[in-house]
């Protein structure tokens, strides 16, 4: 049992943690690819325990309760889009949520809010092509303080990036080039990583819808370097929620 506290400083919804980033922690104790379910808002600051089960899988808990589960797969994506780091510089100059709007100013992957350095600050936007799939792109330069002690961004913080723009695609319909503003929580995330960055490494996020099921959404992403080095990819199933709920202010 390792026990995890999520500092304030990843939340996604103000009194929660950003998912992306829960994953990540707890896919940290699985080898190769994982995928995470997350089965209640994580708390911040509270002490949470990563226990091994007699099945091979991951448990997060909050005291009795299972916060998420984990367990090993492989992730494998039917398709891989790119986009050079010119085109997805201008697609975030596209990002279809405005400072103004943003429904969760304070997340830490794609809050306008947070100081460059503290979020991550990716702002995922359409990219400008002619093509029958819908791609969003973004770029994203992690900072010194992401750093494992090998020197490279934590892993924890490739799933974070790779959250928040899934998120942002499923909410887009290519057909009438909008968004739709459906508050969505991170219900499953899976992912692979195949390298990981320097901090100061130039990055290249790109995310695409891959289909809707009632209240499912369904998106899948990439990250690559500039130099068009794949660093990983994910698979993500997203919930669309009640504001309140999105919030953590449903009972």
């Given at each position: 049992?390792?026990?995890?506290?999520?500092?304030?400083?990843?939340?996604?919804?103000?009194?929660?943690?950003?998912?992306?980033?829960?994953?990540?922690?707890?896919?940290?104790?699985?080898?190769?690819?994982?995928?995470?379910?997350?089965?209640?808002?994580?708390?911040?600051?509270?002490?949470?325990?990563?226990?091994?089960?007699?099945?091979?899988?991951?448990?997060?808990?909050?005291?009795?309760?299972?916060?998420?589960?984990?367990?090993?797969?492989?992730?494998?994506?039917?398709?891989?889009?790119t986009a050079s780091l010119e085109e997805a510089c201008a697609a975030e100059l596209l990002t279809p949520v405005k400072p103004h709007?943003?429904?969760?100013?304070?997340?830490?992957?794609?809050?306008?809010?947070?100081?460059?350095?503290?979020?991550?600050?990716?702002?995922?936007?359409?990219?400008?092509?002619?093509s029958q799939n819908a791609v969003l792109a973004a770029s994203w330069t992690p900072d010194a303080n992401l750093a494992a002690e090998?020197?490279?961004?934590?892993?924890?913080?490739?799933?974070?990036?790779?959250?928040?723009?899934?998120?942002?695609?499923?909410?887009?319909?290519?057909?009438?080039?909008?968004?739709?503003?459906?508050?969505?929580?991170?219900?499953?995330?899976?992912?692979?990583?195949?390298?990981?960055?320097?901090?100061?490494?130039?990055?290249?996020?790109?995310?695409?819808?891959?289909?809707?099921?009632?209240?499912?959404?369904?998106?899948?992403?990439?990250?690559?370097?500039?130099?068009?080095?794949?660093?990983?990819?994910?698979?993500?199933?997203?919930?669309?929620?009640?504001?309140?709920?999105?919030?953590?202010?449903?009972?």
């Open positions: 049992m390792t026990e995890i506290i999520i500092d304030k400083r990843y939340c996604g919804p103000p009194n929660s943690a950003n998912g992306g980033y829960v994953c990540g922690r707890l896919a940290r104790h699985i080898p190769g690819g994982a995928e995470v379910t997350l089965r209640a808002p994580p708390r911040l600051d509270t002490p949470l325990d990563a226990v091994a089960t007699n099945d091979g899988t991951w448990a997060l808990r909050d005291g009795g309760s299972v916060v998420a589960t984990g367990r090993a797969v492989s992730v494998e994506l039917a398709r891989l889009e709007e943003h429904p969760l100013p304070t997340c830490f992957v794609c809050g306008p809010a947070r100081a460059r350095g503290d979020g991550l600050r990716i702002f995922a936007g359409p990219l400008g092509r002619h090998d020197g490279l961004v934590a892993p924890e913080f490739l799933w974070s990036a790779l959250d928040c723009p899934t998120g942002y695609a499923c909410n887009y319909n290519q057909q009438s080039n909008n968004f739709d503003r459906a508050p969505l929580l991170l219900g499953r995330m899976s992912a692979r990583i195949e390298a990981r960055p320097r901090p100061g490494d130039r990055c290249i996020i790109t995310a695409w819808p891959t289909g809707r099921d009632g209240r499912k959404r369904t998106a899948e992403a990439a990250a690559h370097d500039q130099a068009g080095r794949l660093l990983a990819v994910a698979r993500t199933t997203w919930i669309a929620v009640d504001r309140d709920v999105q919030l953590g202010r449903a009972s």
